[in-house]
């Protein structure tokens, strides 16, 4: 296992990004929905950064098996929350494909949010094929197998404080 980015860039990202959602909504109320369960992390870091009023709803989508994406997105936690003419940030940990977040996005457009926005703290640039522009970047990255800082390897690893690429010795199997 290889760490790629430290417990300190990460805590200074993260600051960065709040930073500038604060300025961003400065007199509104966004609903920031995190998706499950990568991204638990990095919403909960990130909200606390924030100096305005805000809430926070969940969905969880499915898409990989193992460290394989299936090619499909299914939706097994929907938000409860009621979103049509409210201001939306969507919390992601990661962007690989892009399958997952384009879904995300089509699915919470058709509730008629007033805004929609896109955090992710980490992009696989090179591989992703989005429909939309991201809204908050944190790190971009090579298209490899990263662990840590909420992100699993078969639902283990996502208590490592930094993140880490797994190499063959780690068994992607
Ligand atoms: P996408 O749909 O963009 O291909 O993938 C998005 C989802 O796949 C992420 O929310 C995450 O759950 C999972 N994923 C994609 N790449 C990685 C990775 O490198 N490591 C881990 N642990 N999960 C990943």
Redesign the pocket.
């Given at each position: 296992m290889k760490q790629i980015i430290s417990e300190k860039d990460i805590e200074k990202k993260v600051r960065e990004i709040a930073e500038q959602i604060t300025k961003d909504y400065a007199d509104k109320t966004p609903i920031f929905v995190g998706?499950l369960n990568?991204s638990f992390i990095f919403l909960a870091d990130l909200v606390r950064e924030l100096g305005i009023d805000l809430e926070v709803d969940f969905m969880k989508v499915q898409?990989?098996d193992g460290?394989k994406?299936t090619g499909t997105?299914h939706l097994a936690k929907d938000i409860s929350t009621e979103i049509t003419g409210r201001d939306v940030v969507i919390v992601?940990?990661?962007?690989?494909?892009?399958?997952?977040?384009n879904f995300l996005v089509h699915r919470i457009n058709e509730s008629a949010p007033s805004s929609v926005a896109v955090a992710t703290l980490l992009f696989?640039k090179e591989v992703?094929q989005l429909n939309f522009e991201l809204d908050y970047v944190g790190f971009e990255i090579p298209p490899?197998?990263?662990?840590g800082y909420g992100?699993?390897?078969n639902q283990k690893m996502r208590n490592l404080k930094a993140i880490h690429v797994l190499d063959h010795q780690d068994d992607l199997a």
């Amino acid at each position: 296992m290889k760490q790629i980015i430290s417990e300190k860039d990460i805590e200074k990202k993260v600051r960065e990004i709040a930073e500038q959602i604060t300025k961003d909504y400065a007199d509104k109320t966004p609903i920031f929905v995190g998706i499950l369960n990568g991204s638990f992390i990095f919403l909960a870091d990130l909200v606390r950064e924030l100096g305005i009023d805000l809430e926070v709803d969940f969905m969880k989508v499915q898409s990989y098996d193992g460290h394989k994406s299936t090619g499909t997105v299914h939706l097994a936690k929907d938000i409860s929350t009621e979103i049509t003419g409210r201001d939306v940030v969507i919390v992601e940990d990661i962007i690989d494909s892009g399958l997952t977040i384009n879904f995300l996005v089509h699915r919470i457009n058709e509730s008629a949010p007033s805004s929609v926005a896109v955090a992710t703290l980490l992009f696989k640039k090179e591989v992703a094929q989005l429909n939309f522009e991201l809204d908050y970047v944190g790190f971009e990255i090579p298209p490899d197998y990263v662990v840590g800082y909420g992100l699993d390897h078969n639902q283990k690893m996502r208590n490592l404080k930094a993140i880490h690429v797994l190499d063959h010795q780690d068994d992607l199997a």
